[in-house]
């Protein structure tokens, strides 16, 4: 019940739509997001495409739009002005960095590391992560988690893309010695925005692990996985990703992974970030608990 609990709560807010809102002259109301807007100095060219929640692409005129969010659109200039593209090339980045340690009747220390990148260039959106995490307890060795992955999204039409990535690691807590994933999926990015962004896909994922007690398993399995930030204040940021596999050989033998967070600024481009991690693992190794769950406190730098 608590597996099932927690797919209807991950559905639920991966499909949440915080839409923007269109006024035309006339009085129309229209919920979505605005994809691409051109101005021209003739006026049959100057155009906004805008995503309707409820009939799909609209290109509308600019002298038909009163307010988009309750702001008037600017005057038409002069010269011509490029388009606006949710694809231009750009480059953005994140690091962040959580720790603890404690001495005394309790001798602890806690690491979490992790850092990504993206970059864009016309069709090709590439990413790329690192990821090291290091528990220990009263001086018992360390248990150990990492990963290094790296994926690229070409993106067919403007907003279909077809995604390959590559993952390697490594898990002590699920008695992983290491792992390697390559998997191939179709996706849509149903908006990219400074407010917001949303993008979910479905695919093939073949994974290979060994284990800490020398055995093996690999297995083709079906995935589907959403990532979501939405800005619910000025300052604070709203994310979830989440990810669930399941094997083609065996349903329950099926895993889901989450992350649900808030993010807001402490100074330029430095973030505090709270954030909740949980998988669940229907046939976990040997001597392992199917759930894993953490909530960490810690610091993140953007670019």
């Known amino acids: ?4 609990s927690w797919i209807v709560f991950l559905l639920a807010l ?5 839409a923007d809102e269109l ?3 006339n009085g129309d109301v229209i919920q979505g997001h605005l994809v691409e807007a051109s101005q021209n100095t003739d006026a049959d060219s100057s155009r906004i495409l805008w995503q309707s929640d409820n009939f799909g692409p609209l290109s509308i005129a ?4 009163a307010t988009i969010n309750g702001i008037a659109p600017e005057a038409k200039p002069s010269n011509p002005e490029p388009s606006v593209s949710q694809f231009r090339t750009s480059y953005t980045g994140d690091i962040s960095a959580t720790g603890a340690y404690a001495s005394g009747n309790e001798e602890r220390e806690d690491w979490d590391i992790e850092s990504t990148v993206e970059w864009r260039s016309g069709d090709f959106r590439h990413h790329s ?3 090291y995490e290091s528990h220990s307890l009263d001086n018992i060795p360390a248990n150990e988690e990492y990963f290094a992955d790296y994926g690229v999204d070409w993106f067919f039409q403007d907003q279909w893309f077809w995604s390959n990535n590559l993952t390697w690691g490594a898990n002590d807590n699920r008695a992983i010695d290491q ?3 390559l998997g191939s999926a179709i996706g849509r990015q149903f908006w990219n925005r400074e407010s917001g962004a949303l993008s979910a896909e479905t695919g093939l994922l073949w994974i290979n692990e060994d284990y800490q007690d020398n055995s093996s398993d690999n297995r083709l399995t079906w995935s589907w996985a959403a990532d979501y930030r939405q800005m619910i204040t000025p300052n604070l940021e709203l994310f979830h990703r989440h990810s669930l596999l399941v094997s083609l050989d065996n349903v329950r033998d099926s895993e889901i992974k989450a992350d649900l967070g808030l993010k807001a600024p402490l100074i330029k481009n430095i973030y505090t970030e709270l954030k909740l991690e949980w998988i669940y693992d229907n046939l976990p190794v040997l001597g392992t608990d199917p759930s894993d769950s ?3 406190i810690g610091v993140s730098y953007s670019w």
Do not use: C, E, F, P
């Open 1 to 4: 019940m608590q597996y099932k």
């Open 294 to 296: 953490q909530l960490t």
């Open 62 to 65: 600019w002298d038909r739009v």
């Open 179 to 181: 792992y390697y994933t």
């Open 23 to 25: 006024i035309l002259s």
């Open 14 to 18: 991966s499909t949440a739509i915080s």
């Open 129 to 131: 992560g690192i990821n």
